[in-house]
């Protein structure tokens, strides 16, 4: 009876452990994400001619996202499919080679450019190819937006 | 006999070449080497200025692109569409009635989609329209959730619905529409049964160069006003 019990409670803590992870890891590459939002509005403030072009804080936006794509790459483990009001779409986990590989070119393109960067004429060279990373990921696998 | 003119064949094919390369250029965008969307903004003036090149022609082009010509009052199309429905509608050489509602419908959601795209802002902040901070800041997605929805729910639909109906007249009523937006022309009227809108359409005095001109102007307005209200046409 005891053993049974003691079955039961150890079953239930251990799939609560199991889905606390999940969404951990969920909210964790949702920060990520937000991280990426907070860059996007630096840079596309100096492209749109919003804010003065700043140097530093432009290599500054290319290193969140270079830091960033490489954090995600061990942010999609296969318990991290639902919950956590994740965007992300279950052919990600189909295709995750591919998906690895767009994470990785975006890491690779984004700290080269963190290198590029010299000046408001080069970051919007390089403006243009860091972020065409983040359309060729979400095309396929994220949630459209509503 | 005539039907369209040269200007209005141009236009309606030269339309369906953008519409399409607008959307490939904005699905494939990446894969083209094109995140600034590039192509997609040039594409979208250039709908822009040919829509309202279409909106001129309505007044000075030739017979059958006239709106007066085609355009009827609502039950006049109902009227239409029941007696085609029950297979004795007349046959028209231009626009039928009903055919002349699809016609505004197209170049209201073909103006309303290119407007939403000058104000629209990537949601990735990647790239903008030229018009973009006409727009407050927190009503940028909502505004360019827009531009995308009237494309798969309006533009789509409704261009699905224009070429099922063109394809139906033209292999099953036997009316060809398609071959005549192609030659321009459509047989002669047979009989007593005739055209209900005219025999033959007139072309305007020199076609070609007032559709020149006027698609000259029409760039200017459509380029101006984007630069009048501030946008940077590229950047």
Redesign the interface.
């Known amino acids: 009876m005891i053993r049974t019990i003691s079955l039961v409670a150890l079953l239930a803590v251990g799939a609560t452990a199991a889905s606390a992870q999940n969404l951990d890891v969920i909210k964790q590459r949702k920060e990520v994400f937000k991280t990426f939002g907070g860059a996007a509005k630096t840079g596309s403030g100096f492209v749109k001619g919003e804010a003065k072009f700043d140097l530093a804080a432009a290599k500054a936006a290319f290193t969140t996202y270079a830091d960033g794509a490489a954090k995600l790459k061990t942010l999609f483990p296969d318990d991290s499919k639902v919950g956590g009001e994740t965007k992300t779409l279950p052919i990600a986990w189909e295709k995750k080679g591919d998906f690895m590989n767009l994470l990785a070119k975006f890491e690779g393109e984004s700290k080269a450019a963190v290198v590029a960067v010299t000046d408001e004429a080069s970051f919007k060279d390089q403006w243009g190819k860091v972020m065409g990373n983040c359309g060729a990921c979400h095309k396929v696998y994220r949630e459209p937006q509503k | 006999m005539r039907a369209w003119d040269l200007p209005t064949r141009v236009f309606h094919w030269t339309l369906v070449l953008l519409v399409l390369s607008a959307y490939l250029s904005f ?1 494939f ?3 083209l080497g094109d ?2 969307l590039f192509w997609h903004r040039l594409n979208g003036y250039a709908i822009l200025i040919l829509v309202v090149w279409r909106l001129g022609w309505g007044f000075w082009g030739s017979s059958t692109s006239r709106f007066s010509g085609f355009i009827k009052w609502p039950h006049r199309a109902a009227g239409y569409g029941l007696r085609l429905a029950q297979g004795r509608a007349p046959h028209y050489l231009g626009h039928n009635p009903l055919g002349a509602y699809m016609i505004l419908a197209l170049l209201a959601v073909l103006s309303a989609q290119g407007m939403l795209g000058l104000l629209a802002e ?7 329209g030229p018009l ?2 006409l727009i407050p800041e927190e009503r940028r ?1 909502a505004v ?2 827009w531009h ?1 929805r009237l494309f798969y729910y309006g533009l789509l639909v409704l261009v699905g619905l224009h070429i099922l109906v063109n394809v139906l007249y033209t292999f099953i009523r036997k009316d060809p529409l398609i071959p005549a937006m192609i030659t321009g022309r459509k047989p002669a009227a047979n009989g007593a049964e005739g055209y209900a809108d005219a025999d033959e359409a007139t072309l305007r005095p020199r076609p070609l160069m007032a559709a020149l001109l006027w698609l000259a102007a029409s760039a200017a307005i459509v380029l101006g006003l984007i630069k009048a209200f501030g946008g940077k046409l590229i ?1």
Do not use: I
Request: overall charge neutral; charged content about 20%.
């Open positions: 699905r965008s990446e894969r995140p600034t990537e949601h990735n902040q990647t790239t903008w973009y901070f997605a360019t959730g995308g950047y």
